[in-house]
């Protein structure tokens, strides 16, 4: 199995990449922001309990989080790989999805980190807010709350990888096409480098 993270602040295009990863690499996308605004959306108690959580910019409980992924991992047993998207974000969740892969005899394969600077991210996020409706997009001081978040939870996951020799950091600005190209590149040389090591 080729198990990929894509990691990186908000809004620094982990949702558009991924769509493209997907589409020409077979992986089963896993978003857990994708899967927490399903849940708000069918006014489920997850979803009533996350949004409290998001439209303030904070990360929802890491019980629940690890609970959905727990599920997505067994509705997708066959799946020749996953991509994780905006997922882990805290070092529990990360400690969490190891162990989930360990016992489907599986692991992480590559951590992709996309690096942009917070100022192009939080005009990104407006520009975003002015069209999808989404309640985390709209306020300047929530956005900068879930860059506050971002940098004491989720930045230290980069290193609990980087230990493990599995991150990759990417350059997040430029086209979304310049930026895939990169991202295919780095995904390519891994599959490659894994294929050899198995002749
Ligand atoms: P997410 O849904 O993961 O979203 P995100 O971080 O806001 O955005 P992403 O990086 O995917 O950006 P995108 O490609 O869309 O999280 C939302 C919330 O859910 C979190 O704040 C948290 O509360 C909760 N949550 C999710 N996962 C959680 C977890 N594991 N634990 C706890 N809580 C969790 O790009 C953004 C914009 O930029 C788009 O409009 C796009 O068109 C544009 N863009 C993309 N690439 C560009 C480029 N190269 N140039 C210019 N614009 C670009």
């Given at each position: 199995m080729f198990n990929l993270i894509l990691f990186g602040p908000p809004g620094s295009g982990k949702g558009t990449q991924s769509e493209k990863i997907v589409e020409k690499f077979g992986l089963v996308h896993l978003s857990t922001g994708n899967l927490l605004r399903q849940e708000i959306a069918g006014k489920t108690p997850l979803g009533l309990e996350a949004k409290n959580f998001i439209d303030k910019g904070q990360l929802v409980p890491d019980e629940v989080v690890i609970g959905m992924i727990d599920s997505c991992l067994d509705k997708h047993s066959y799946a020749k790989g996953f991509l994780f998207d905006g997922?882990?974000?805290t070092i529990a969740q990360a400690e969490a999805l190891d162990k989930l892969l360990s016992y489907k005899k599986t692991a992480i394969s590559k951590v992709i980190a996309l690096d942009v600077l917070e100022e192009e991210l939080v005009a990104r996020l407006l520009k975003r807010g002015e069209t999808s409706g989404?309640?985390?997009?709209?306020d300047e001081a929530i956005i900068r709350k879930r860059f506050l978040v971002y940098k004491t939870e989720t930045e230290p996951v980069a290193g609990y990888y980087e230990a493990q020799g599995k991150l990759e950091v990417i350059k997040g600005i430029g086209t979304i096409e310049e930026i895939f190209e990169a991202v295919s590149n780095s995904i390519e040389s891994e599959i490659a480098a894994r294929q050899q090591s198995v002749s």
């Open positions: 997922f882990p974000r989404r309640s985390d997009d709209t």
